[in-house]
C-alpha cells in the first residue's frame, strides 16, 4: 500500500470513530470521495482533528515535531472549513474565532457540498450509499433525522405534540432562519436524475444555530418567519416529507422527496421502511369515503398505498405517517392515525448523538470516550 493510499485509510479510520459510521467497501469509493474532499495535506491535518472542535493552536500542539507554521495550520483549516470537510464553529466569547472538528459525511460533508457539488463526486456518494453507507446509518435505531406531519389535522382527540407541530416549531423560534438549496436534488441534477417531485431547490430550512452552517460555507440566504412558513407551505403541495433533525427543537428541517433523498432512499429499499424511520404516525384511509382515485398511490414516497379487491389500503410496514397523501384526497378519506406507542424524541443535539454512540460503541466505549473529552485528548 502506497504512503498516500494510507494517509486516506486512517483518515476513514478516523471518521469511523464518529457517531455516525464512515464504513470500508470493497471498491474503495470511500477513498475516492476523501480524496475528492481533502488533499494530501489536508488529510494528514485531519488526522489530528478531535470530534469536539477546538482551537487552531491546540490542534498545532498535538502535530508535535512539525515544519507546519500555527499560521499556516489555521489558514488550511479555514480553507477546509469552507470546502465543507470538516467543522467550524465560532468561539462563543470570541465570535471572530473558529474552533475545528472532524464532521461526519452525513449529515456533515456532502450537505456541505451544496452549490458546488460536481457530477464525479455525486456519483460516487450515491455508489458509496449503495455499496455501504445508506444501511449503515439507516438503521432500527436512533437516527440523526425522523419524520413528522405536514402540518395536518391529526385523528380526533389526538393533539400533536410539539416537537410534531411543524408550525409550532417554527412559531417557537426566535431565529434566525435561512434556507438553502438541497443538496441531493443538486447531486441528482448532475447525474442527470431530476427530481420528479418539484422543480424548487431552496427546500432545506435552517433554524436558530444550524444558520451558522450556511453562514460558514457563504451559500443559502436568511429568511422571515413568514417565509418559512410559505416553504412549508409549498413543500405540502408538492407531496414532500418533511425530515427535521431528530432532537425536540431542530436546527433544520428538511423538505424531501423519495427519488432525490439519501435516507429516503435506503429505507425505501428495505421491506419494512416504517421500521427505519422515525415518526409517530400512519395514514388509515376510510374506505365508505374513498373513491379510488388513486392519486395517494402516486404521491406516497414509500408505495405504502395498495388497491385489493376495490379498496385502497395501506400497509404499516411502509407507512411512514408523513401526510403527503392527505391533501390531493379530494374526498378526505385519508387522516394519520397517532401510534400507540409514541417516541419522543431527544432534547438536545448533545443527546441524540450520546444515543447514537451508546447504541453503536456501548457504554464501556462510550465512557471511554467521555474520559477522552473530560481530559481534553482527541477523540
Not at 488529510?43 to 512539525?66: D, F, Q, V, W, Y
Not at 444555530?209 to 413543500?235: M, P
Request: hydrophobic content about 35%.
Amino acid at each position: 500500500m502506497s504512503e498516500e493510499n494510507e494517509i486516506y485509510q486512517r483518515l476513514r479510520r478516523e471518521l469511523d470513530r464518529l457517531p455516525i459510521p464512515f464504513p470500508a467497501t470493497k471498491s474503495g469509493v470511500e477513498l475516492r470521495l476523501l480524496r475528492k474532499l481533502f488533499t494530501r495535506e489536508e488529510a494528514e491535518m485531519a488526522l489530528h482533528l478531535s470530534a469536539i472542535p477546538e482551537r487552531a493552536s491546540k490542534i498545532h500542539k498535538r502535530l508535535g515535531n512539525t515544519s507546519i507554521s500555527p499560521e499556516h495550520l489555521e489558514q488550511c483549516l479555514k480553507r477546509m472549513v469552507k470546502k465543507g470537510a470538516i467543522r467550524g464553529v465560532r468561539s462563543r466569547r470570541n465570535p471572530g474565532q473558529l474552533r475545528y472538528g472532524k464532521m461526519p459525511l452525513a449529515v456533515g460533508m456532502f450537505e456541505a457540498q451544496v452549490d458546488k457539488i460536481t457530477k464525479d463526486l455525486a456519483e460516487d456518494f450515491f455508489e458509496y450509499g449503495d455499496e455501504a453507507f445508506g444501511a449503515a446509518v439507516v438503521g432500527k435505531k436512533t437516527n440523526q433525522l425522523r419524520t413528522i406531519p405536514l402540518n395536518l389535522k391529526i385523528e380526533p382527540d389526538h393533539q400533536v405534540s410539539n416537537y410534531d407541530d411543524i408550525a409550532r416549531i417554527i412559531g417557537d423560534s426566535p431565529g434566525p432562519f435561512a434556507v438553502m438549496n438541497c443538496i441531493c436534488r443538486q447531486s441528482k441534477d448532475k447525474t442527470g436524475h431530476s427530481c420528479s417531485r418539484t422543480q424548487d431547490r431552496e427546500s432545506c430550512i435552517l433554524i436558530e444555530g444550524g444558520v451558522e452552517f450556511a453562514r460558514n460555507l457563504e451559500v443559502g440566504r436568511e429568511i422571515s418567519k413568514a417565509e418559512v412558513l410559505q416553504l412549508i407551505s409549498k413543500a405540502k403541495k408538492a407531496g414532500l416529507v418533511l425530515q427535521p433533525e431528530n432532537i425536540q427543537h431542530p436546527h433544520f428541517v428538511c423538505c424531501c422527496c423519495g427519488c432525490c433523498c439519501g435516507v429516503l432512499s435506503a429505507a425505501k429499499l428495505f421491506a419494512k421502511p416504517a421500521e427505519y424511520l422515525h415518526s409517530n404516525y400512519f395514514a388509515r384511509v376510510e374506505v365508505e369515503k374513498c373513491g379510488l382515485c388513486e392519486v395517494c398511490l402516486k404521491r406516497c414516497p414509500m408505495d405504502a398505498f395498495r388497491r385489493t379487491n376495490n379498496r385502497m389500503e395501506v400497509s404499516l410496514d411502509r407507512c411512514i405517517g408523513c401526510g403527503a397523501c392527505i391533501p390531493t384526497c379530494k374526498a378526505k378519506a385519508i387522516q394519520l392515525i397517532r401510534k400507540e406507542k409514541v417516541t419522543v424524541p431527544p432534547k438536545t443535539e448533545m443527546g441524540m448523538y450520546k444515543n447514537i454512540m451508546l447504541e453503536r460503541f456501548g457504554w464501556l466505549g462510550t465512557l471511554k470516550i467521555a474520559a477522552k473529552v473530560v481530559v481534553g485528548a482527541k477523540v
